[in-house]
Structures are given as structure tokens and as C-alpha cells.
T-cell receptor, first 117, second 115 residues
């Protein structure tokens, strides 16, 4: 069965601190995709990144970086030098790609990040 | 840039009433989804739709729910007789393909409040 766990419910940091959001997933598929979405207070879901199960290279995009480790089934997200505008709920999600899958996303519980000035 | 749109942005209805939430997916997309997010909770899959039929539905998607693509552009979610616990944000999403690297694009959501 597929599952995504974000153990950190809430994190509070002071601006300019680095922060890492954890994500652990479970799947039986050998091919799958992992995602991070940001949900600001306005409520929409903003796509941040997608990784496929064959690509374990870490990725950096500006202040954001992602660490994908298949051995520990983790896909962690780090924000460097956090800013107040980073305050949001962050969701990790899994999509399996085996036959019979309809492409649905399985979301974690979300981590609420509060960045204080 | 193409986007998924949803109307209305906020709907208030009384318990027992029927509601229809509307979505216009991206025009060349083939797979359509509805998700629900109860306030403060995670986003949950409701249903996926392809080739004019439901391809998968979750346990949440009971007989009170139905989906339709009536005219080739709109994608609707109907709740027949709303309950208080249906109060949530409902997100529509669409994608070109169900797998591979194809992205699921989310609409801005409809906040449904059942009183």
C-alpha cells in the first residue's frame, strides 16, 4: 500500500535559518514519482518539484534543495536562509506509475512552516 | 500559461442541498481528478476520470458523489445531499497522462461550506 509520512506537524524558525522538512514514503512500485507542493495561506497548491524513482540526484533551485534517498525511502526538502514568505504548509506526495495506476497523488499530512522575522 | 480553473471559489450551502462544483481542465489534457482537503488536514484523493468514465475512486467517494464531463470542456463534481462533514476545499486537477513525467495541474480550489 502506498503511504506518505511527514512526521513534523509544525516547524517554527527565525528568518535566515535553514530548515529541513522530512518526507518518508512507502510503495511497492519500482517506478514512482515524488512531489513537493506549497500551500500558502491563500489556499492554492503550488507545485515545487517532481522526482522520479530512477533519479536520485539531489536538486537545488535557488534557496530550495531536495535530497532523495531510495535506501531510506525519504525525499527531504531544505530551505536555505528562510524568509517570511516561505511560511506555508508544505505537502509531500507520491504517485505510482505501475500498470493499473490512474495517476492519483497520495499526500502526506503536511508540515506547517512558520518563519518569524 | 494554460491553467485549470474552478468555480465558484466559495460556495455556502445548507445541509441536504445538492451542490455542483465546476472545473475547466487544461484543454488537451486527458486525465481528470478531484481531491478534497478538510480544513487543517491533508489533501485526499476522491476520484480519477478518463475516457468519460471513472477510473478510480476512493472510499470517500460514495453514492452521494458523482462526476461528469458534460461538454468536453467542463468537469463537474456533484454532491447530491450535502452533509456538514462535506465542508472542505475541493481541488480539481488534470494531466496529459496518468504516469510518466506528466504533471498534474491543480486548480485554485472551491471552498465548500455546509451549514
Amino acid at each position: 500500500a502506498q503511504k506518505v509520512t511527514q512526521a513534523q506537524t509544525e516547524i517554527s524558525v527565525v528568518e535566515k535559518e535553514d530548515v529541513t522538512l522530512d518526507c518518508v514514503y512507502e510503495t511497492r512500485d519500482t517506478t514512482y514519482y515524488l512531489f513537493w507542493y506549497k500551500q500558502p495561506p491563500s489556499g492554492e497548491l503550488v507545485f515545487l518539484i517532481r522526482r522520479n524513482s530512477f533519479d536520485e540526484q539531489n536538486e537545488i533551485s535557488g534557496r530550495y534543495s531536495w535530497n532523495f534517498q531510495k535506501s531510506t525511502s525519504s525525499f527531504n526538502f531544505t530551505i536555505t536562509a528562510s524568509q517570511v514568505v516561505d511560511s506555508a504548509v508544505y505537502f509531500c506526495a507520491l504517485r505510482e506509475s505501475g500498470s493499473g495506476n490512474t495517476g492519483k497523488l497520495i499526500f502526506g499530512q503536511g508540515t506547517t512552516l512558520q518563519v518569524k522575522p | 500559461e494554460p491553467e485549470v480553473t474552478q468555480t465558484p471559489s466559495h460556495q455556502v450551502t445548507q445541509m441536504g442541498q445538492e451542490v455542483i462544483l465546476r472545473c475547466v481542465p487544461i484543454s488537451n489534457h486527458l486525465y481528470f481528478y478531484w481531491y478534497r482537503q478538510i480544513l487543517g488536514q491533508k489533501v485526499e484523493f476522491l476520484v480519477s476520470f478518463y475516457n468519460n468514465e471513472i477510473s478510480e475512486k476512493s472510499e470517500i467517494f460514495d453514492d452521494q458523489f458523482s462526476v461528469e464531463r458534460p461538454d468536453g470542456s467542463n468537469f463537474t463534481l456533484k454532491i447530491r445531499s450535502t452533509k456538514l462533514e462535506d465542508s472542505a476545499m475541493y481541488f480539481c486537477a488534470s494531466s496529459w497522462d496518468r504516469g510518466s513525467p506528466y504533471e498534474q495541474y491543480f486548480g485554485p480550489g472551491t471552498r465548500l461550506t455546509v451549514t
